[in-house]
């Protein structure tokens, strides 16, 4: 099972359902969990399992190189960019690395006449792997160089470590641009993490159309359910969209959370941590019965 946790917004506590819901499966069913931590330029997964990192390795994307000996100036490479990353002038070609999306065009433009652009890598971030201190999830997370302005290039090294073997769980970043779209592609199953409020509502509108554009089958978890109104609820009923989980505003959940501990992880003596490790586990067996 892949599975992604996202949102429409940013703060509705789309980390908290991940973490929670990967402890939950590899502590109720020894399940072997993979979390990804594909929100690259913001990952905070680590702060929450504090994992022993096995090993860092560079992302890279292509990026043209102009050999301007070999260049005539003919202007075709930057007629043919789509993202201005090239620019002509009489006698001087400029590049700019952070808006060229790899594609190659510029390069295979120029292999018609001159040949005079090849491709090099371009560091962009890093790809981190590690394991929690039981051992029990493998995390994958990318940290994106200061300055970078795309990260999808780094989200698809992340997925590169998918192991389908395994039950994934993709911690998707906010929002609903193409970094999102990159991390949501391919995946069985997505779950939207809301709150009650009118801007939840919004930003959730919003993130079941790009889905539904996708063809993902997707379902809602309602955070800080109780604080606000009941617009998330009539949407959902409206719209014949499961909401498959309510997390109240509970003093508790957010003390753990500030002190950077997910709370399924608390002492299973605590009877209501017990009781949302069962409800996290159940939640994953019902994605699965979706599916």
């Not at 502590?27 to 990192?53: A, R, Y």
Request: include cysteine; charged fraction near 25%.
């Amino acid at each position: 099972m892949i599975l992604t946790v996202a949102s429409g917004k940013g703060g509705t506590g789309k980390t908290t359902v991940a973490l929670n819901l990967a402890l939950s499966l590899a502590s109720s069913f020894s399940t072997e969990v993979q979390l990804l931590d594909c929100d690259v330029e913001e990952p905070n997964t680590h702060i929450f399992l504090k994992p022993k990192i096995e090993a860092v390795k560079p992302a890279q994307t292509l990026v043209p190189k102009v050999n301007e000996e070999l260049c005539d100036y003919c202007g075709s490479c930057a007629s043919a960019c789509e993202y201005n990353a090239i620019v002509v002038l009489p006698r001087k070609v400029l590049v700019f690395p952070e808006l060229c999306h790899g594609c190659g065009l510029c390069r295979l433009v120029c292999q018609q006449q001159r040949a005079a652009i090849s491709e090099e890598p371009r560091e962009i971030g890093v790809v981190k792997k590690g394991r929690s201190r039981d051992g029990r999830i493998e995390l994958v997370y990318g940290v994106l160089n200061i300055g970078e302005v795309r990260a999808t290039p780094l989200i698809d090294r992340v997925k590169e470590e998918l192991n389908p073997k395994k039950t994934v769980i993709i911690d998707a970043p906010p929002g609903t641009a193409c970094p999102v779209i990159a991390a949501v592609q391919n995946t069985d199953y997505c779950l939207l993490v809301t709150e009650p409020t009118p801007f939840g509502l919004y930003d959730l509108r919003l993130a079941v159309e790009v889905l539904r554009l996708l063809k993902i089958r997707f379902g809602v978890v309602v955070n800080k359910a109780g604080l606000g109104d009941r617009g998330i609820y009539d949407y959902c009923k409206a719209e014949g969209i499961p909401i498959l989980l309510e997390i109240p505003y509970d003093r508790r959940i957010a003390r753990c959370y500030s002190e950077g501990v997910p709370f399924v992880a608390l002492d299973a003596k605590e009877g209501w941590v017990q009781e949302w490790r069962e409800r996290f586990a159940g939640l994953g067996e019902l994605i699965k019965s979706r599916i």
